[in-house]
T-cell receptor
Framework: EDQVTQSPEALRLQEGESSSLNCSYT??????LFWYRQDPGKGPEFLFT???AGEEKEKERLKATLTKKESFLHITAPKPEDSATYLC????????FGPGTRLSVLP | ETGVTQSPTHLIKTRGQQVTLRCSSQ?????VSWYQQALGQGPQFIFQ???????GRGNFPPRFSGLQFPNYSSELNVNALELDDSALYLC?????????????????FGAGSRLTVL
């Protein structure tokens, strides 16, 4: 059975304090590893798709990387507006989402 | 380009009742999938519809059923509601080729329907 776990469950950072979120996955025939951002009361919003180990993608202060068993979302010099829940999802036969990491960035 | 819209945004039902949730997909998308998100958890895949047929289902009982219409909008029906059905129900649309082993396409989510079962 495909599984996705994320750590930490919650993370509090000071503005400008860089950190990384972890996503570990077990999936048969990975066809894509996705990162989404979810704000309270809203649906998830797409950030990145990674397809193969070694791939990296960047968007503003975020960079996603992929290995054969894990993906990392690196946040460089975060701002309060980066506060959200970050969801990781694997796609094999179907999408399997992790429980998310709740990020709070304090001014 | 309109996004994914869902209705109603909130609703309260009692145990044993039935509920229908509705979703309009993003313009140009042909596939709709539904997810259940319990508080503090990630979304769980319920099922997906492509060309008006269910073509993927997660670990949910048959009392969860759905429809996709020719305009690609969709409904999620849940019969015999249970307390554990209380959750945020998310609809997502995407553009799929329908071919097995094709790459996954990006899901565009609606804001969800918050269901409370008392």
């Amino acid at each position: 059975e495909d599984q996705v776990t994320q750590s930490p469950e919650a993370l509090r950072l000071q503005e400008g304090e860089s950190s990384s979120l972890n996503c570990s996955y077990t999936v048969s025939g990975l066809r894509g590893l996705f990162w989404y951002r979810q704000d309270p009361g809203k649906g998830p919003e797409f950030l990145f798709t990674l397809y193969s180990a070694g791939e990296e993608k960047e968007k503003e202060r975020l960079k996603a990387t992929l290995t054969k068993k894990e993906s990392f979302l690196h946040i460089t010099a975060p701002k309060p507006e980066d506060s959200a829940t970050y969801l990781c999802a694997s796609y094999g036969q179907n999408f399997v989402f992790g429980p998310g990491t709740r990020l709070s960035v304090l001014p | 380009e309109t996004g994914v819209t869902q209705s109603p945004t909130h609703l309260i039902k009692t145990r044993g009742q039935q509920v229908t949730l509705r979703c309009s997909s993003q313009s140009g998308h042909n596939t709709v999938s539904w997810y259940q998100q319990a508080l503090g958890q990630g979304p769980q895949f319920i099922f997906q519809y492509y060309r008006e047929e269910e073509n993927g289902r997660g670990n949910f009982p048959p009392r969860f059923s759905g429809l996709q219409f020719p305009n690609y909008s969709s409904e999620l029906n849940v019969n015999a509601l249970e307390l554990d059905d209380s959750a945020l129900y998310l609809c997502a649309s995407s553009l799929e080729s329908g071919r097995a082993y094709s790459g996954a396409n990006v899901l565009t989510f609606g804001a969800g329907s918050r269901l409370t079962v008392l």
